[in-house]
């Protein structure tokens, strides 16, 4: 009876243990798979497409030539985590947007110096500065941070400039073509733009169906005589060019919008010195949902008029914003004249851009010539005081071939990206976002290499 006993313990230990090990295991698969679907979620939202299909994540050997450890020329501090990339062709890049997430690793480090807090008693007016004349809505804080940072880069002439703040450029944008318009026109006034122009500007000038301005396409082709309405965006969106106004008739009104106008993205060589330049903090120093811009306007009616739109439109722009933006812009300045230990915010940007466009380059190599990207001649920038080639934040890469819907094509690897009809020009064209995560970006250079023309 005992040894049957001792018999019937040792089988059930047995089964006991196998019983633990296989729950183990299983508990590790399950772990596994939760991580890789929180992470694809996080990254893809509203594509859900893959949440339904668990697995296992296993790093590729052809992922690590793009892992940080290799490629990363910041300073140590600044080092972005290593990526697991598990060569998953069902996972969705999405680089359609240029959401500027690749400047977090910087602000984390800067961490408290730009943090605000804001009183629930305070910014309670809509009123900043009553004895502002021009834009009653401008922080004081925020006008003397923009000049400040202007001045420290040397990318814009300030002096005798009205400085508008608008919910970011884009609504500078609407209010600079309403304050630029006619309003004593038979028809609404033309606005051009070259192409490739940035794709938002043709919907964003007709979805109202204005009656003072209308889209009138490529400038290049615009024929009709009188006034009209050019946009020079330099460096452009979406081929990273420098440019200048194509058509250069005296009945047409300038707006550049300089955006990318800044040494992180392309060598600076000269300030702007127009009657209307726009700027956005989105891409100055990635803080895009902010959702600040700001306007520098020679002419005092027009910058009244332009004050006029956004208080028809927002009355005034979010005070809280501004002072962040002040915060944000005072740091951005600091770091660059008062260096100490911590490396300035655009030496940090720019080479991670340069990292980027490297990187980009090599796998571009490695397509056999199934794609193209541009290229561009360094010129000497006045801010790093050196030859530099420009980093634009998008690629404007062609699909060589015979494939003639590049947007198409690239979808059908998972990548999204924006086809040149959006912009002006050919399907074989599309652009690319350079300013995605950490993550997405290594994840979409290392989808690229697998896609060659053999
Ligand atoms: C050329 C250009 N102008 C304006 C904007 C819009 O900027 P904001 O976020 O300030 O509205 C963008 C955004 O991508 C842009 O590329």
């Known amino acids: ?46 594509q859900t497409s893959n949440l339904h299909k668990p697995r296992l994540l296993i790093s590729s050997s052809s992922s690590s030539s793009f892992s940080n450890s290799s490629s990363s020329t910041c300073k140590d501090h600044h080092q972005q985590p290593p ?123 007709d979805y109202q169906k204005s009656g003072l301005y209308k889209w009138g396409g490529d400038a290049e082709k615009f024929e009709k005589s009188g006034p009209y309405i050019e946009l020079v965006t330099s460096p452009n969106n979406p081929d990273g060019c420098v440019r200048r106004s194509v058509l250069n008739r005296t009945e047409g009104l300038l707006v550049y919008d300089l955006a990318y106008y800044w040494p992180h993205y392309t060598p600076i060589s000269s300030p702007a010195d127009h009657d209307l330049t726009l700027f956005t903090l989105s891409k100055t120093t990635g803080h895009a949902g902010m959702r600040i811009g700001w306007a520098l306007v020679k002419d005092k009616e027009v910058a009244k ?16 914003s501004q002072l962040r933006a002040a915060k944000v812009l005072r ?28 990187q980009l380059r090599e796998a571009v190599h490695r397509s056999n010539g199934l794609f193209s990207v541009p290229t561009f001649s360094p010129s000497f920038c006045t801010f790093f005081n050196q030859n530099l080639e ?12 015979n494939v003639e819907d590049c947007e198409r094509f690239l979808k059908g690897h998972n990548i999204l990206t924006r086809s040149g009809k959006h912009f002006g020009v050919s399907q074989q064209y599309v652009r690319i976002s350079m300013l995605d995560t950490h993550e997405n970006f290594m994840h979409f250079l290392d989808r690229l290499s697998t896609i060659n023309s053999r």
Not at 20 to 26: A, C, D, E, K
Not at 390 to 401: D, N, T
Request: negative net charge.
């Open 331 to 358: 740091a951005v300045s600091d770091s660059c004249e008062l260096q100490g230990d911590g490396e300035s915010f655009f030496k940090f940007s720019h080479k991670l851009m340069s990292n980027r466009w490297k």
């Open 1 to 46: 009876m005992a040894k049957l006993q001792s018999v019937f313990n040792m089988r059930h230990l047995l089964v006991l243990s196998l019983a633990l090990n296989v729950s183990l295991i299983l508990r590790i698969l399950y772990d596994g798979t939760h991580q890789d679907l929180f992470f694809f979620y996080n990254h893809h939202q509203g």
């Open 83 to 205: 990526i697991n990339i598990n060569n998953n062709k069902n996972r969705v890049i999405n680089l359609d947007h240029g959401d500027p997430r690749v400047y977090e690793e910087f602000w984390k480090e800067l961490g408290e110096k730009t943090t605000i807090t804001i009183p629930g008693w305070q910014s309670m007016s809509y009123f900043s500065d009553v004895s502002n004349k021009v834009c009653w809505f401008l922080e004081p804080e925020l006008a003397k941070e923009v000049v400040r940072l202007h001045g420290v880069v040397g990318n814009a002439v300030t002096e005798d400039r009205h400085i508008i703040v608008g919910t970011g450029s884009s609504q500078l944008f609407l209010a600079a073509l309403y304050a630029l318009s006619p309003t004593d026109s038979p028809e609404p006034i033309s606005v051009v733009s070259a192409s490739p122009y940035y794709s938002s500007y043709p919907s964003m000038t």
């Open 390 to 401: 420009p980093h634009p934040a998008f690629v404007w890469l062609k699909c060589e071939g």
């Open 305 to 320: 008029k332009m004050t006029k739109f956004i208080e028809l439109n927002t009355i005034g722009v979010s005070k809280d």
